[in-house]
Nanobody, 124 residues
C-alpha cells in the first residue's frame, strides 16, 4: 500500500506559478499511475491531471490544459504539478492520487490511494 504526502501549496497572485509535489512511500512507485485532483468549497472533486507509470502518457482536465504540467521522477518517488498562469478559480485543495494500473484514467473512483491534500489559494 502506498502513502502519499503533498506539499508546495500556498497563496499566490493571479498570473503566478506554483509547483506541487507528492512524495510516495510504501509501494513500488514506478508501477502506479498518478493523478492530481482538486476540490473547491461546495464543489465535487475535479480531475486535474494524470500521468502513466513511465511518464509517456499524460492527460489534463480541460480547465488546466496549456497552463499545468504533470511530471514524475521515479527515482525520487515523486510526482509534480507545475501550475502556471494561475487564476482565482484554481483555488482549491489539491490532492495527489495513485492507481495500481498502467491505464491513465480521470475519475475519482478509479484511484485507490489519496494524500491529505494541500491548499492552493489564488488571489485576484
Amino acid at each position: 500500500q502506498v502513502q502519499l504526502v503533498e506539499s508546495g501549496g500556498g497563496l499566490v497572485q493571479a498570473g503566478g506559478s506554483l509547483r506541487l509535489s507528492c512524495a510516495a512511500s510504501g509501494g513500488t512507485f514506478s508501477r502506479y499511475t498518478m493523478g492530481w485532483f482538486r476540490q473547491a468549497p461546495g464543489k465535487e472533486r475535479e480531475f486535474v491531471a494524470a500521468i502513466s507509470w513511465s511518464g509517456g502518457s499524460r492527460n489534463y482536465g480541460d480547465s488546466v490544459k496549456g497552463r499545468f504540467t504533470i511530471s514524475r521522477d521515479n527515482a525520487k518517488n515523486t510526482v509534480y504539478l507545475q501550475m502556471n498562469s494561475l487564476k482565482p478559480e484554481d483555488t482549491a485543495v489539491y490532492y495527489c492520487a495513485a492507481r495500481w494500473d498502467i491505464v491513465v484514467v480521470t475519475t475519482v473512483d478509479q484511484y485507490a490511494y489519496w494524500g491529505q491534500g494541500t491548499q492552493v489559494t489564488v488571489s485576484s
